[in-house]
T-cell receptor, first 112, second 112 residues
Framework: AQTVTQSQPEMSVQEAETVTLSCTYDTSESDYYLFWYKQPPSRQMILVIRQEAYKQQNATENRFSVNFQKAAKSFSLKISDSQLGDAAMYFCAYKRGNQFYFGTGTSLTVIP | DTGVSQNPRHKITKRGQNVTFRCDPISEHNRLYWYRQTLGQGPEFLTYFQNEAQLEKSRLLSDRFSAERPKGSFSTLEIQRTEQGDSAMYLC??????????FGQGTRLTVV
């Protein structure tokens, strides 16, 4: 079974600083996708970044980047220059075939 | 493109009643997913459609749950004889042959 673990239920960061959210996953597959989704208080899940397992290069989207360690089955999200609007619940997700498997989430607070 | 739309946003029902939720995916998205999210947890997969065909169902989807996607457009999720344990946020997502899915704002169900 595929499982996704987010070991940090809550994190906080000062505005303009950098924060890293951790995620590990368990799989025996070699071909899959990994995602970080953001869920603000309005509750709509928003895609932040995606990573294909076959790509060695870490994905980057503006202030968001990942550290993908395939052998270690680790997929952390780094948010640089944190903004107040980054405050939300962040979910790490693994996708194989047609199913997404989500972690339990990390609640990020941004301190002005 | 107005995104994935879900109705109603909130539903309060008495135990034992039937409820139906609707999801309108992004235009021309051929894949549609239903997820359930309880407080403090990540979304859990319920079912998946490709066009009008329901290709995968989770064991979480008891026989009280049924989902349809007539003509491969909008989808409905019906829960019969609701129980208090059905109280959750029901999320719909869609995609078009791509890895990532785009989520709606969800329908929050409260069973009293």
């Amino acid at each position: 079974a595929q499982t996704v673990t987010q070991s940090q239920p809550e994190m906080s960061v000062q505005e303009a600083e950098t924060v890293t959210l951790s995620c590990t996953y368990d799989t025996s597959e070699s071909d899959y996708y990994l995602f970080w989704y953001k869920q603000p208080p309005s509750r709509q899940m928003i895609l932040v970044i995606r990573q294909e397992a076959y790509k060695q290069q870490n994905a980057t989207e503006n202030r968001f980047s990942v550290n993908f360690q395939k052998a270690a089955k680790s997929f952390s999200l780094k948010i640089s220059d944190s903004q107040l609007g980054d405050a939300a619940m962040y979910f790490c997700a693994y996708k194989r075939g047609n199913q997404f498997y989500f972690g339990t989430g990390t609640s990020l607070t941004v301190i002005p | 493109d107005t995104g994935v739309s879900q109705n109603p946003r909130h539903k309060i029902t008495k135990r034992g009643q039937n409820v139906t939720f609707r999801c309108d995916p992004i235009s021309e998205h051929n894949r549609l997913y239903w997820y359930r999210q309880t407080l403090g947890q990540g979304p859990e997969f319920l079912t998946y459609f490709q066009n009008e065909a329901q290709l995968e169902k989770s064991r979480l989807l008891s026989d009280r749950f049924s989902a349809e996607r007539p003509k491969g457009s909008f989808s409905t999720l019906e829960i019969q004889r609701t129980e208090q344990g059905d109280s959750a946020m029901y999320l719909c997502a869609s995609s078009r042959d791509t890895a990532e899915a785009f989520f709606g704002q969800g329908t929050r169900l409260t069973v009293v």
